[in-house]
């Protein structure tokens, strides 16, 4: 009989694949690795595999890590700029050996390796590292790989028999980036350590640490913090008409909203009230809607969870995680917002009907009410959008898990509801030469949002009958006056969007680099209108207009969602101390401001280097360029930006004496 093995990215989704391949009857045998089993069975495959003897074991995520030779481990010799250009060495790491020695071992006497990592890049290169280990003791075995998203019996037999061949453009792209990771950090790392611990005092003994997703992560914070606190308010003046019929008062707002002269509001005003009478020009009645929210995707769950489950972004994708490998809902990695039409979608909504909170809204939904999913406009081939496999009882979850596989499945029925629907009526008029409009929405169905409590849409203010044509005199007219606000402070949510529209990281790692400034103490979070821009001790003595100028926001300047690190309740509550906020530390302001008074053309604060790097990947997997292309490109860019950093030292350490020691001299 054909010896097949299958290897699995972590082991509890090896044990999960091999209960379902084999009915549950498998023989386990310990590893020399405490954490990995191996699992015994026969399993027909289908042509041209037939039935097999497989082995199916796991590795514990990556298999090798990538460093440099013990020559260039020391700090002080060679210079930081040999790392662009040193040697660099892949190896197994002591505590994945017996891990790599098993799979070496149970290849031998195998015919072919089936590889079950997840499916994406990362997935990807960890089934390379597999295939290598396999190779090492069985030069001719077959590679394999099986294309899964969740680990539901059915799913996974499907994919036993519908295996596809590694995707070796996917492995490259994952090892240009982990090379040009490593020697941009390492490289960058040293230049600012050894150069700014010079400074003495509280910099002397720190480890100011690089990352091409983490100082453009702190870019964003920095930039939002100087907005903030160079913001200069602006007076403004608006007229608002007022008027009660049938009971009932109606505010018509002003069609030019609001102005910044106030001579010239006054003479707007002055005229409406000579014209004494207001007139009705158009009256509208008309059927709107509340669209019910995309699919469920990675970035989505991230922001959802940190403005509404008391849930950082990195505790949500670590729980999914363990949803996940328990079976109870699909990969969570991915930024597929559309569902395949080959999905049997009811077929899962009626697995939810047991529950007493959204059994009956799904049973609704089985009984006729169900409508397809709105159509998103990403789909990353690999994985659908985040949905529930199986109904869970709450009594089996921790509390995390209730509060994220509830979230889950409550979006993944209101994307099987209909849009919230109601009817909007608009009255636009003109007092004198200005115009003047008012308007109301009736809700008439709520549909998805009778299950989905984390979106409202209320009636609004019920308008009386009027008709075109129609003449009075306004109950009131009023000369109102207001000041402009800033934006607020970054939160989790806000951050995460920005990086994702902005390239940095991937839907997976976000969470990590955001918890890396955090642990280098580049920024820090504290509860909204905690005094985050009050100067604390740690942040910068002073914000000159140097970035964002005077930060006139005519509008709110770009004001972010609610949530951040700790998030808010469900339905807005409070979250670990409230909503929190990111405010960068002296430190972290220092390196960013200091960057950016080098005035080169590309930026470590900014987020071009990095978003040019997902963009080569993405080129590297669709085959339109090679790793070799990419790093010799990638290299040479940040090996210019670090020559032009050296000679520009001196701006950075002025920006440390200035913001790091309080020296506003060394500004100049």
Known sequence: MTRILCVAEKPSIAKAVAGHLSGGQFQTSNTRDTYIKNYEFTFDFGPPWGQCQVTMTAVRGHLTTVDFPQDYKNWDYPPPDRLFQAPIVTSVPNDRKNIAQNIESKARGARALFIWTDCDREGEHIGGEIRDAAKRGNPNIAVKRARFSNIERA????????????????????????????????????????????????????????????????????????????????????IKVIHQKQNIKVDFNWARHRLFDRAAVIIFYEMCLRAKTAKVTKVEKKPTKKFKPLPLTTVELQKMATRFLRLTSQEALSVAEKLYNKGFISYPRTETDRFDKAINLRALVQKQTPDARWGPFAQ????????????????????????????????????????????????????????????????????????????????????????????????????????VGEAFEPTEALM??????????????????????????????????????????????????????????????????????????????????????????????????????????????????GFDRMQFETNLGKPFLRKEMELQMKAICEGRMTKQSVLLESVGRYKQVYDQSKTELGVLKAACRQYVFGNEQAAG
Not at 197 to 222: D, E, K
Not at 498 to 507: F, P
Request: hydrophobic share 35%; with cysteine.
């Open 480 to 593: 109102t006056e207001g000041k402009t606000t800033p934006p607020n402070y970054l939160t989790e949510a806000d951050l995460i969007a920005l990086m994702d529209a902005n390239g940095i990281g991937t839907d997976a790692t976000m969470a990590e680099h955001i918890e890396k400034i955090q642990e280098r103490q580049y920024v820090r979070t504290v509860a909204r209108g905690g005094g985050g821009g009050g100067g604390g001790d740690d942040e910068p003595a002073e914000a000159p207009a140097a970035r964002g100028g005077r930060g006139r926001g005519r509008g709110r300047g770009g004001r972010g969602g609610r949530g951040g690190r700790g998030g808010a309740a469900t339905r807005g509550g409070g979250g670990r101390g409230g909503i929190r906020e990111f405010i960068p530390t002296s430190l972290g302001v220092a390196l960013i401001e």
């Open 155 to 238: 799913h996974i037999l499907s994919a036993a028999r519908r295996l596809v061949e590694l995707d070796q453009a996917q492995v490259d792209a994952v090892a240009a980036r982990t090379e040009l990771d490593l020697r941009t950090g390492y490289a960058f790392t040293r230049f600012l350590t050894t150069n700014l611990r010079t400074l003495g005092g509280p910099m002397a003994n720190l480890v100011l640490s690089y990352g091409s997703c983490q100082f453009p992560t702190l870019g964003f914070v920095v930039d939002r913090y100087f907005r903030v606190q160079n913001f200069v308010p602006e007076t403004f003046w608006a």
């Open 364 to 467: 609704a939904l089985v009984d006729g009410s169900f409508q397809q999913p709105r159509q998103g406009r990403h789909d990353d081939k690999a994985h659908p959008p985040i949905h529930p496999i199986t109904y869970v009882a709450p009594t089996v979850l921790d509390e995390n898990e209730k509060k994220v596989y509830e979230f889950v499945v409550r979006r993944f029925l209101a994307c099987c509801s209909d849009d919230a629907k109601g009817v909007s009526t608009d009255v636009e008029l003109r007092y004198g030469p200005e115009a003047f409009h008012a308007h109301g929405v009736i809700v008439l169905e709520r549909n998805y949002l009778d299950v989905y409590p984390y979106e409202n849409w209320n009636n609004s203010a019920e308008l009386p009958q009027f008709t």
